[in-house]
């Protein structure tokens, strides 16, 4: 496990990285296709902002429950190299996209230094949006993904999202583990019974 202090080296190393791909994605981005270029910019920038502020995890997840969360980063990346380009999609596909974009920088936003990609112990968050479902910057992520994937035919959009789903599935099931060490989480979870949908799951 990283040390506080290795892991603040991370942490910086990884701001930078995002605050590079925020910034060259709005560089290269053609007009078109600006509104998509900036929410995916402001993505880019909120995680540099929380990865360069965020305090040290409390707990480090096991290396299993680490591994469980890799598929939704390689899904995620997948949908965005299968995508056809922004400009190309209907008003209605970009709309969802925004949509996502928004809820997942609210919810980042109310993270603030508990942010996390990984899953490990941190600090609980339970007002805005978390107080509504567990797991709002995932339900952003995942509309911004159903965008993508309804951009396609609909034979692989459809096999996209079923590797969307279950890869976070896995990656919430993770997540959650390490996080019931809490006690404040496990209360949380008892007033805010679902994960990403009210009344489904």
């Known amino acids: 496990m990283l040390s506080p202090t290795h892991e603040r080296r991370l942490d910086r190393l990884w701001a930078l990285s995002f605050a590079g791909w925020a910034l060259a994605g709005l560089i290269a981005a053609p007009a078109h296709a600006l509104p998509i270029a900036v929410a995916v910019a402001a993505l880019h920038g909120a995680a540099a ?24 980063f390689v899904v995620a990346l997948v949908a965005g190299a299968l995508a056809p380009a922004p400009g190309t999609w209907a008003p209605a596909v970009g709309a969802l996209f925004l949509l996502g974009a928004g809820l ?8 603030g230094r508990s942010f ?41 959009g459809t096999l996209l999202m079923v590797a969307v789903l279950a890869s976070f599935a896995l990656r919430i099931g993770a997540e959650e583990r390490i996080l019931l060490a809490s006690e404040r989480y496990r209360g949380y979870r008892a007033r805010v019974p679902y994960r990403l949908l009210p009344g489904v799951w």
């Open 104 to 111: 997942a920088l609210v919810s980042l936003a109310r993270l």
């Open 49 to 72: 902002s929380l990865f360069a502020r965020r305090h040290p995890a409390r707990r480090h997840a096991a290396r299993g429950e680490i591994a469980r969360s890799v598929p939704s």
């Open 116 to 156: 996390a990609v990984l899953p490990a112990l941190r600090d609980v968050v339970t007002g805005g949006p978390y107080a509504v479902v567990r797991h709002p910057a995932y339900l952003g992520e995942l509309l911004m993904l159903a965008a993508c994937a309804f951009a396609l035919d609909l034979l692989p």
